[in-house]
């Protein structure tokens, strides 16, 4: 009788045992889904689309020895990619010229501090192969702290050879 | 026999207490998920009236009394000319409490941008119609001028600051 009695408690417990363990389970699952839509994800922003494309547009500090004497930021992408030798007026190649002043410019737009709503940032400039869609990044930097959100953008320029086009792609890290 | 019913009724009450505290606890796994969730859509919500708002924004650089010869474009020429002009008033017709240009690079100067002083300053203000105009939606743009000194169009990275009923329609 004792033993009968003792089984049956075994029995119990291997009962509350698989019962705690499925609820477990089910609660890592609703954990799970619930920190995957909450963890660090790329959000595509009106805003740095509208500023990739602003900044492109806008006029550089290089003169390439072409006209119009100040070039704008497309023509020094292009030049970048196309020309890699080519030369800014104050003797910088336009490669280093755009390594040296894209960071300024989204640190000085975006204000972008350990601090502050915008804590760190990453650009891209990549050449898209208009026939094999094959793309080859020549110009990218990060800095800041980027572990949570972001939001990002970009903008296309048309290669001056007509082999495909140069994408900017600016991503903009939100503090947490 | 009295006992072996007193075990049962235990054993009921066993399972009772677990199968309750099974329905609690995945009721409350319930309602973070879906706390989380609604405030995820909420965030998405206000993102996208941002947007929208930095969408009509943008669309003020369009108009024939600002625009440069490019998408997103804004002569700045023109708009100091307005902003001096008595005959032409944007307010008219874009039904705007508040409506400012800001040249954000390369920096300048800081300060309102008047006959005397442009293009050395940094803001343009072309409507101020009341200081409780709440939080001006912006978007970026791009700023051009004619720079005669270097004979050639000049381009500065820019933001337009606007609030009003046109905005927030």
């Known amino acids: 009788m004792k033993l009968f009695n003792s089984n049956k408690a075994q029995e119990e417990m291997v009962g509350f045992a698989i019962l705690v363990v499925v609820v477990a389970v089910v609660g890592l699952i609703f954990l799970a889904i619930s920190l995957r839509s909450s963890s ?3 959000i595509s922003s009106l805003l740095v689309q509208q500023f990739s ?7 550089s500090e290089c003169n390439l020895g072409t006209w119009p004497s100040l070039a704008s930021f497309a023509t020094v992408f292009d030049s970048c990619y196309n020309n890699p030798s080519s030369k800014c007026d104050s003797g910088k190649s336009s490669c280093s010229y755009l390594n040296e002043s894209i960071p300024q410019i989204i640190n000085s737009v975006w204000k972008i501090a350990p601090e502050s709503a915008f804590n760190g940032a990453t650009y891209k400039v990549i050449f898209k192969d208009r026939v094999s869609g094959d793309e080859k990044e020549y110009l990218s930097k990060s800095w800041g702290n980027c572990t ?29 | 026999m009295r006992s072996m019913e007193v075990k049962g009724q235990l054993k009921i009450q066993e399972m009772a207490f677990v199968l309750v505290a099974i329905v609690i606890f995945l009721g409350l796994v319930a309602l973070i998920f879906f706390s989380i969730r609604l405030n995820n859509i909420k965030n998405e919500a206000a993102t996208l ?18 625009s440069w010869d490019c998408p997103g474009c804004i002569d700045l020429d023109k708009a100091i000319a307005l902003k001096n002009s008595k005959d032409i008033s944007l307010n008219n ?14 920096l300048q100067k800081k300060g309102n941008c008047v ?3 442009y293009p050395d300053c940094s803001q343009i203000l072309l409507i101020n119609d009341t200081k409780d105009f709440g939080v001006a939606s912006s978007a970026f743009v ?11 169009e000049v381009c500065a990275l820019g933001k337009v600051y606007a609030a009003g009923k046109g905005v927030s329609r």
């Open chain 2, 49 to 66: 009236k941002e947007e929208q708002a930095a969408a009509l924004v943008r669309h003020i650089s369009g108009l024939p009394e600002l």
């Open chain 1, 40 to 42: 660090s994800n790329e």
């Open chain 2, 142 to 152: 791009t700023l051009c001028r004619w720079q005669s000194d270097k004979q050639q």
């Open chain 2, 115 to 117: 006959i005397g002083n």
């Open chain 1, 148 to 176: 949570g959100d972001s939001m990002g953008g970009e903008s296309i320029i048309p290669d001056s050879r007509k082999r495909g086009n140069i994408i900017f792609r600016v991503i903009i890290c939100l503090n947490k």
């Open chain 1, 53 to 59: 494309e602003s900044f492109i547009t806008s006029t």
């Open chain 2, 93 to 106: 017709f874009l039904e705007l409490d508040y409506l400012m240009i800001e040249i954000l690079y390369p």
